[in-house]
């Protein structure tokens, strides 16, 4: 079958998805762009250029951090980087920047290393960054920064998984090309050529220090780019308050109870999961299905639960010598 068919066939799938998939496959696809994004700078990192970093995941949070910095506290910046927070196409373009800058310094530093050294290098950093970002209470501590506006495209506000979905494998599609396009260029042969070692590379002329930079640097925005701007949602003065729970029970006849009331059918489930998501961020949804249940209607529940902006979602389950009941008890949440 001719490739370009196989291309065509797959990008008709993409465009179809979110009009024939429940809400909870379509966020699953939303990560998997995501994640693909990340994917896709180790690939050229390592894969082609055979580099080693463990701590190409900092630059997905500097670029998260940047952004969603700028944005919610655009008041409390200086003049010269207020602007910044007008929009966040604006922020995201900043984050991507300023991640550009500290790959750039991490790499004139780490990529000397070889050997072990360097992946040592990148997990030393990687660490370092972490802590900060979790250190820092400018930055929200290890609960994140709340109220993070969502992006909008020529007036459409992309706030609901299959709104954002098209413009995540968007970006994805775009990245693909131009990492295509860069492998088959004269710099891509020569970052190709890094793989079979230096010693090789250089005999034909090959610039290795310059060519390392280049990947470690075009790898880094590939992982900033896989931000998502509604997250983190947690805020830090939330963590000293009260976790927020709402049960969610189904039996073995399939009935389904919320904080132990019967629910008639999806539409009402649906509303009562939305008034518990709007109690606050930290709202954890628990979850207890009989044995009996299909596993199918489980991940429905959880995609109703998903698209009411119940993201943080518990298992639980019961003591081994306990039977299931119809209506639940209040069970402790098992992770």
Do not use: C
Not at 111 to 131: D, E, N, Q, V
Not at 149 to 162: C, E, M, S, V
């Amino acid at each position: 079958m001719n490739p370009r068919h196989i291309l065509f066939a797959f990008l008709a799938l993409l465009a179809l998805a979110p009009l024939a998939l429940p809400p909870f496959y379509v966020t699953l696809l939303n990560y998997i762009g995501l994640y693909a994004m990340v994917a896709l700078g180790l690939v050229l990192l390592t894969g082609v250029g055979g580099l080693t970093s463990f701590g190409q995941a900092a630059f997905v949070g500097v670029g998260a951090y940047t952004t969603a910095l700028l944005t919610t506290r655009s008041d409390t910046l200086p003049s010269w980087l207020a602007w910044l927070g007008a929009s966040p196409w604006l922020t995201l373009l900043a984050g991507l920047l300023l991640t550009l800058v500290i790959a750039y310094l991490l790499g004139a530093i780490t990529l000397k290393l070889s050997g072990h050294f360097l992946p040592l290098g990148t997990i030393a950093w990687g660490l370092s960054l972490y802590f900060v970002f979790g250190s820092v209470e400018g930055l929200g501590g290890h609960t994140g920064i709340p109220d993070i506006p969502a992006i909008n495209l020529f007036g459409w506000t992309l706030n609901q998984g299959d709104n954002i979905y098209y413009l995540i494998w968007a970006f994805l599609l775009v990245a693909v090309w131009s990492t295509q396009n860069l492998l088959d260029s004269r710099e891509g042969r020569a970052i190709r050529a890094l793989k079979g070692g230096r010693v090789m590379a250089e005999s034909m002329g090959v610039d290795t220090a310059r060519s390392r930079m280049v990947i470690f640097i075009i790898a880094a925005p590939l992982m900033a780019s896989a931000i998502k701007l509604e997250l983190p949602r947690s805020g830090a003065s939330e963590a000293l308050d009260t976790p927020r729970f709402v049960s969610l029970a189904i039996d073995a006849q399939g009935r389904v109870f919320v904080d132990d009331q019967a629910v008639a059918d999806d539409a009402t489930l649906a509303q009562r999961l939305k008034t518990a998501a709007a109690r606050g961020a930290d709202t954890e949804l628990q979850l207890r299905a009989d044995r009996s249940v299909p596993y199918g209607r489980v991940v429905e529940l959880m995609g109703l639960a998903n698209e009411a902006g119940l993201t943080r979602i518990g298992f639980v389950t019961e003591a081994a010598s306990g039977t299931a009941t119809a209506a639940p008890a209040a069970p402790s949440p098992a992770r």
